[in-house]
């Protein structure tokens, strides 16, 4: 089976996640993409706002939606990182991957500007061995101003948003809306969105 792999803070998961995971499954005829909550991301100054059971339900919620709203099967939640804890390395992940899974493909999928940064990860050379990689860009990106890395083998397919892709949102943007009561209607899932307000999250600290 072909799988793409969508790792992140998830806090909260939006609307570009999902649709970047459906793009990239389109474009590269993925057969399923894991969407894959980060216990703590590496290479983040700061920790998540909330918990990653809270994050996980978060993603439930949101894959439900679509799947009953628009019959979307292929993505699926993977909790992987959040049972391992610890800080969450691409590489002991894609290892795993490839123990539990070993008659499947994997691509790991990032931002064009996460790739530009791919060298600074924990074993870059791993990396390129374990998984193919698709790259997104945000509406307006300029894939000629990427310096990509130097890693051999790396092996990268880009993936161009839609026209009206809604790419551009980001979870700090939404926590900053929310800890100001502004209002975050289409850029999450409905039933995020009430899991939200059910639960007090990301009120001003």
């Known amino acids: 089976m072909r799988i793409g792999i969508l790792g992140g803070s998830f806090d909260p998961v939006h609307r570009g996640h999902l649709g970047v995971a459906r793009a990239v499954a389109d474009a590269l005829s993925l057969e399923r993409v894991l969407l894959m909550p980060a216990a703590q991301a590496p290479l983040r100054d700061a920790g998540v706002r909330a918990a990653g059971a809270i994050r996980a339900a978060m993603l439930r919620l949101a894959l439900a939606e679509l799947a009953e709203r628009e019959a979307e099967q292929r993505l699926e939640l993977d909790e992987t990182e959040l049972r391992r804890g610890g800080v969450s390395y691409t590489a002991d992940t894609l290892r795993a991957l490839r123990v539990a899974r070993p008659e499947d493909s994997f691509t790991w999928i990032v931002g064009a500007d996460q790739l530009a940064r791919l060298g600074s990860w924990r074993e870059p050379a791993e990396l390129a061995r374990l998984a193919d990689w698709a790259a997104y860009?945000?509406?307006?990106?300029?894939?000629?101003?990427?310096?990509?890395?130097?890693?051999?083998?790396?092996?990268?397919?880009?993936?161009?948003?839609?026209?009206?892709?809604?790419?551009?949102?980001?979870?700090?943007?939404?926590?900053?809306?929310?800890?100001?009561?502004?209002?975050?209607?289409?850029?999450?899932?409905?039933k995020v969105i009430e899991y939200i307000r059910e639960n007090g999250l990301y009120r001003p600290q």
């Open 137 to 190: 860009a945000r509406p307006g990106f300029d894939w000629d101003a990427l310096s990509a890395p130097a890693i051999p083998g790396l092996r990268v397919q880009r993936v161009e948003p839609a026209a009206g892709a809604l790419w551009d949102v980001s979870s700090s943007e939404i926590r900053s809306r929310l800890g100001r009561g502004e209002s975050v209607a289409g850029l999450l899932p409905d």
